[in-house]
């Protein structure tokens, strides 16, 4: 593993236990097997280290979202899959963002924002592909409910996530409540 690497590893772990503002520079080169000093030669300072972590994070989730099939119900399977196992392989990463995306200061949280926006439009194509009627509100609802769910998997009880089958069943979850965006919305009355 290579210094950059093993500064984001440690990093990682850091922030997960104390927080983003509860971790040094200092701390982060003790943790990586550093002098504070030396971390400086690969990062500007902690800002720059949770960017990079949180960058790396999203070129992943990115990557899934790009249509390569034909089928558009094929597309959005895909992206439903490599989410939830991302979810449950690097729920630290998901936590992580989670936890400290408000900590994100310039110069980089203005491109790491627009490219969260490019990152929820890319979902929002997958779904008025596979869902063409669906409407703009319904897309953007229906992408927020599918990521939060998936998402939500980072906080849920540790004896939740045992199991071979926890990715299949949470992926058959979502596929049955996408199923109800072929219908109509049925009405709501208040009364």
């Known amino acids: 593993m290579g210094r950059e690497q093993t500064i984001l590893s440690a990093a990682t ?8 503002h509860g971790v040094s520079m200092d701390e982060l080169g003790r943790r990586a097997g550093l002098s504070g000093p030396a971390l400086y030669r690969s990062f500007s300072g902690k800002d720059e ?25 094929l597309d959005l399977e ?11 392989t690097k729920g630290h990463l998901v936590g992580l963002y989670q936890r400290e995306v408000r900590s994100l200061s310039d110069p980089w949280k203005r491109p790491f924002d627009r490219r969260q926006r490019q990152y929820i439009e890319k979902w ?19 992408v927020q409910s599918v990521l939060g769910a998936i998402f939500s998997m980072t906080s849920w009880p540790g004896r939740t996530l045992r199991g071979a089958a926890v990715e299949d069943h949470l992926f058959a979850l979502l596929q049955g409540a996408l199923a109800t965006l072929e219908r109509p919305i049925p009405s709501v009355t208040t009364g």
């Open 49 to 73: 280290i949770l960017a990079t972590l949180l960058n790396e994070a999203l070129d992943e989730l990115m990557t899934a979202t790009i249509s390569i099939h034909e089928d558009p119900a």
């Open 13 to 20: 772990g850091a922030f997960a236990e104390k927080g983003f």
């Open 78 to 88: 895909r992206a439903l899959r490599h989410h939830i196992r991302f979810s449950t």
């Open 124 to 142: 929002e194509f997958l779904f008025q592909r596979r869902y063409p009627g669906l409407g703009q509100d319904r897309t953007a609802q229906s």
